[in-house]
């Protein structure tokens, strides 16, 4: 993350990032051209970005900060087709029921919680952690499908 930087224009500056390179190895590879579509997927509250964990010692304290209180999952998505790029973002809002060291500890040592953006995967266990959502629940997911539908009609995919 760049100082000050807003976890909106950070998730979006990681997927432009992303897909410059994909378009690039495309390039070096020799293939021809085709469509790519990138995608990357952030969890904050406030201005601070919960990334995926390193340990489970980390994932139990992300599960802790989120546990009883609401944050946002924040999805970019970008489209190169030709010479012509699309990009949207989803963001919707998630609030997690209180949870006991039990549920936590339990939760870790499933590991579901690997390479997961903030330590949960909303399609896994964590599921039963979540008393609402406001917004894409395939954004929450990794993939927000309405706005990735939106860019694809946009590029005429």
């Not at 990681?14 to 021809?32: C, N």
Request: glycine share 8%; hydrophobic share 45%.
């Amino acid at each position: 993350m760049h100082p000050g930087e807003a976890p909106a224009a950070y998730v979006r500056r990681v997927t432009r990032l992303k897909l410059d390179a994909a378009v690039r190895r495309l390039r070096e590879q020799g293939l021809p051209p085709a469509p790519v579509l990138c995608a990357d997927t952030t969890v904050a509250q406030g201005r601070r970005i919960l990334g995926k964990p390193a340990d489970a010692h980390e994932a139990a304290a992300m599960l802790r900060q989120l546990a009883g209180a609401t944050h946002r999952v924040i999805t970019a998505v970008a489209l190169q087709a030709g010479e012509r790029r699309h990009e949207a973002v989803s963001d919707s809002r998630v609030r997690f029921a209180p949870l006991d060291e039990a549920d936590i500890a339990a939760y870790v040592a499933s590991g579901e919680w690997q390479g997961k953006a903030g330590g949960y995967a909303i399609q896994g266990r964590a599921a039963a952690f979540v008393a609402h959502i406001s917004g894409s629940y395939s954004g929450i997911m990794g993939l927000p499908l309405f706005e990735t539908h939106q860019i694809l009609r946009l590029a005429r995919l």
